[in-house]
Protein backbone atom coordinates (compact mmCIF):
# COMPACT_ATOMS: atom_id res chain seq x y z
CA UNK A 1 0.00 0.00 0.00
CA UNK A 2 1.36 3.07 -0.71
CA UNK A 3 2.78 5.46 2.30
CA UNK A 4 0.52 7.45 3.80
CA UNK A 5 3.66 10.39 4.36
CA UNK A 6 3.48 12.99 1.69
CA UNK A 7 5.73 12.93 -0.64
CA UNK A 8 9.30 14.84 -0.58
CA UNK A 9 8.80 14.98 3.25
CA UNK A 10 10.98 12.79 5.93
CA UNK A 11 9.49 12.28 10.01
CA UNK A 12 11.20 13.98 12.08
CA UNK A 13 12.47 12.44 15.49
CA UNK A 14 9.15 13.56 16.97
CA UNK A 15 7.02 12.10 14.37
CA UNK A 16 6.52 15.10 12.44
CA UNK A 17 7.58 16.02 9.00
CA UNK A 18 10.12 18.15 7.94
CA UNK A 19 11.29 19.10 4.59
CA UNK A 20 14.10 16.90 2.74
CA UNK A 21 17.60 18.41 3.11
CA UNK A 22 16.34 20.80 6.61
CA UNK A 23 19.81 20.72 8.56
CA UNK A 24 19.35 19.67 12.05
CA UNK A 25 20.25 21.83 15.26
CA UNK A 26 24.19 21.78 15.33
CA UNK A 27 25.19 19.52 18.04
CA UNK A 28 27.58 22.13 20.91
CA UNK A 29 30.88 22.27 19.62
CA UNK A 30 33.32 20.74 22.33
CA UNK A 31 35.90 23.87 21.82
CA UNK A 32 35.06 27.29 23.12
CA UNK A 33 36.79 30.47 22.29
CA UNK A 34 37.47 33.35 25.41
CA UNK A 35 38.14 36.50 24.87
CA UNK A 36 39.86 38.00 28.00
CA UNK A 37 40.48 41.54 27.93
CA UNK A 38 41.35 41.63 24.65
CA UNK A 39 43.55 38.26 24.07
CA UNK A 40 41.69 34.85 22.92
CA UNK A 41 41.91 31.66 24.26
CA UNK A 42 40.52 28.32 23.03
CA UNK A 43 39.63 25.34 25.15
CA UNK A 44 37.39 22.50 25.24
CA UNK A 45 34.35 22.72 27.38
CA UNK A 46 35.43 19.78 29.41
CA UNK A 47 38.97 21.23 30.80
CA UNK A 48 36.15 24.40 31.16
CA UNK A 49 34.47 21.86 32.98
CA UNK A 50 36.92 20.63 35.76
CA UNK A 51 35.29 22.92 38.60
CA UNK A 52 31.83 22.54 38.41
CA UNK A 53 30.68 25.17 40.53
CA UNK A 54 33.14 27.77 38.58
CA UNK A 55 32.85 30.77 36.40
CA UNK A 56 33.66 29.36 33.48
CA UNK A 57 31.63 26.69 33.82
CA UNK A 58 28.46 28.73 34.76
CA UNK A 59 29.13 30.88 31.79
CA UNK A 60 29.86 28.21 28.83
CA UNK A 61 29.41 24.81 29.54
CA UNK A 62 26.08 24.28 31.24
CA UNK A 63 22.90 24.21 29.33
CA UNK A 64 21.14 27.23 29.35
CA UNK A 65 24.45 28.93 31.09
CA UNK A 66 23.01 30.78 34.70
CA UNK A 67 25.41 33.62 33.27
CA UNK A 68 25.10 35.85 30.82
CA UNK A 69 27.43 37.06 28.93
CA UNK A 70 27.75 38.99 25.67
CA UNK A 71 29.70 37.40 22.82
CA UNK A 72 32.48 39.56 20.14
CA UNK A 73 32.17 39.21 16.41
CA UNK A 74 33.96 36.26 16.66
CA UNK A 75 31.49 34.63 19.01
CA UNK A 76 34.05 34.77 21.85
CA UNK A 77 32.87 35.30 24.95
CA UNK A 78 33.89 38.38 26.83
CA UNK A 79 35.42 38.64 30.10
CA UNK A 80 36.85 41.39 31.29
CA UNK A 81 39.82 40.20 33.16
CA UNK A 82 43.43 40.51 33.05
CA UNK A 83 44.75 38.05 30.16
CA UNK A 84 48.29 37.90 31.85
CA UNK A 85 46.92 35.88 34.97
CA UNK A 86 44.31 33.85 32.85
CA UNK A 87 47.20 31.74 31.59
CA UNK A 88 47.77 30.32 35.16
CA UNK A 89 43.95 29.62 35.50
CA UNK A 90 43.60 27.82 32.99
CA UNK A 91 46.68 25.62 32.81
CA UNK A 92 45.66 24.59 35.69
CA UNK A 93 42.54 23.03 34.69
CA UNK A 94 44.18 21.29 32.45
CA UNK A 95 46.60 19.43 34.04
CA UNK A 96 45.39 19.70 37.50
CA UNK A 97 49.53 21.71 38.32
CA UNK A 98 50.07 25.14 39.02
CA UNK A 99 52.87 26.80 37.41
CA UNK A 100 53.63 30.49 37.53
CA UNK A 101 56.14 32.25 36.00
CA UNK A 102 58.77 34.19 37.24
CA UNK A 103 57.21 37.74 36.21
CA UNK A 104 54.04 36.77 37.48
CA UNK A 105 52.73 37.79 41.70
CA UNK A 106 51.27 34.99 43.11
CA UNK A 107 48.86 37.39 44.62
CA UNK A 108 47.74 38.42 41.38
CA UNK A 109 46.95 34.71 40.35
CA UNK A 110 45.07 34.25 43.93
CA UNK A 111 42.72 37.10 42.99
CA UNK A 112 41.96 35.91 39.60
CA UNK A 113 41.61 32.09 41.19
CA UNK A 114 38.95 33.52 43.70
CA UNK A 115 37.27 35.91 40.85
CA UNK A 116 36.29 33.12 38.63
CA UNK A 117 35.53 30.85 42.11
CA UNK A 118 37.94 27.72 41.27
CA UNK A 119 37.87 26.88 45.32
CA UNK A 120 40.87 24.11 44.55
CA UNK A 121 43.49 26.79 43.25
CA UNK A 122 42.27 29.22 45.72
CA UNK A 123 43.89 26.76 48.66
CA UNK A 124 46.62 25.80 46.08
CA UNK A 125 48.02 29.78 45.98
CA UNK A 126 47.61 30.63 49.92
CA UNK A 127 49.73 27.14 50.40
CA UNK A 128 52.29 28.57 48.04
CA UNK A 129 52.01 32.25 49.29
CA UNK A 130 52.29 30.61 52.75
CA UNK A 131 55.19 28.89 52.48
CA UNK A 132 57.45 31.62 50.31
CA UNK A 133 56.74 33.82 54.04
CA UNK A 134 57.88 31.45 55.92
CA UNK A 135 61.47 30.79 53.88
CA UNK A 136 61.22 34.82 53.57
CA UNK A 137 60.96 35.07 57.21
CA UNK A 138 63.78 32.61 58.28
CA UNK A 139 66.45 34.33 56.62
CA UNK A 140 69.54 33.49 54.67
CA UNK A 141 70.63 30.10 55.25
CA UNK A 142 73.53 30.60 57.80
CA UNK A 143 76.51 27.67 58.40
CA UNK A 144 78.93 27.15 61.11
CA UNK A 145 82.26 26.10 60.58
CA UNK A 146 84.57 23.46 62.60
CA UNK A 147 88.10 23.38 62.21
CA UNK A 148 89.31 19.00 63.94
CA UNK A 149 92.79 18.34 64.06
CA UNK A 150 93.65 14.88 63.65
CA UNK A 151 96.38 11.97 63.18
CA UNK A 152 96.77 10.26 59.55
CA UNK A 153 95.49 6.84 60.89
CA UNK A 154 92.26 8.43 62.83
CA UNK A 155 91.45 10.14 59.34
CA UNK A 156 89.06 7.61 57.42
CA UNK A 157 87.15 7.17 60.69
CA UNK A 158 86.73 10.55 61.40
CA UNK A 159 84.83 11.01 57.64
CA UNK A 160 83.23 8.07 57.28
CA UNK A 161 81.39 8.67 61.06
CA UNK A 162 80.41 12.30 60.71
CA UNK A 163 77.03 12.78 61.29
CA UNK A 164 74.09 15.41 62.35
CA UNK A 165 74.63 17.43 59.27
CA UNK A 166 78.44 18.32 58.98
CA UNK A 167 79.91 17.62 56.10
CA UNK A 168 83.66 17.38 54.89
CA UNK A 169 84.76 20.60 53.29
CA UNK A 170 88.84 21.22 53.35
CA UNK A 171 91.53 19.01 54.41
CA UNK A 172 94.99 20.75 55.52
CA UNK A 173 97.91 19.12 55.92
CA UNK A 174 100.19 20.70 58.81
CA UNK A 175 103.32 17.74 58.24
CA UNK A 176 104.56 15.37 60.66
CA UNK A 177 104.25 16.47 64.17
CA UNK A 178 104.80 12.96 65.67
CA UNK A 179 107.32 9.78 65.62
CA UNK A 180 105.64 6.71 66.38
CA UNK A 181 108.59 4.25 66.54
CA UNK A 182 110.09 4.00 63.29
CA UNK A 183 106.82 5.49 61.46
CA UNK A 184 105.89 9.66 61.09
CA UNK A 185 102.20 10.05 61.39
CA UNK A 186 100.81 12.95 59.73
CA UNK A 187 98.77 15.67 60.80
CA UNK A 188 96.20 17.21 59.33
CA UNK A 189 93.39 19.68 60.03
CA UNK A 190 89.83 19.17 58.77
CA UNK A 191 87.46 21.89 57.72
CA UNK A 192 83.76 20.52 58.48
CA UNK A 193 80.23 22.48 58.35
CA UNK A 194 76.97 22.47 58.77
CA UNK A 195 73.62 24.77 58.06
CA UNK A 196 72.45 25.97 61.25
CA UNK A 197 68.73 25.94 60.84
CA UNK A 198 68.33 24.90 64.29
CA UNK A 199 66.67 28.20 65.60
CA UNK A 200 63.39 29.07 66.65
CA UNK A 201 62.00 32.43 67.02
CA UNK A 202 65.36 33.90 66.31
CA UNK A 203 67.31 32.29 68.75
CA UNK A 204 69.90 29.94 67.74
CA UNK A 205 70.11 26.87 69.88
CA UNK A 206 73.67 24.61 70.62
CA UNK A 207 74.51 21.76 68.97
CA UNK A 208 73.31 18.80 70.35
CA UNK A 209 76.17 16.55 72.22
CA UNK A 210 76.68 14.30 68.86
CA UNK A 211 77.64 17.28 66.86
CA UNK A 212 80.02 18.55 69.58
CA UNK A 213 81.70 15.02 69.45
Not at 54 to 79: H, N
Not at 85 to 99: A, D, E, T, V
Request: charged content about 25%.
Amino acid sequence: PPSPRAAGATAGSGGALSPPGAARPPAASKWVRLNVGGTYFVSTRQTLCREPKSFLCRLCCQDGPELGSDKDETGAYLIDRDPTYFGPILNYLRHGKLIINKELAEEGVLEEAEFYNIASLVRLVKERIRDNENRTSQGPVKHVYRVLQCQEEELTQMVSTMSDGWKFEQLISIGSSYNYGNEDQAEFLCVVSRELNNSTNGIVKEPSEKAKV
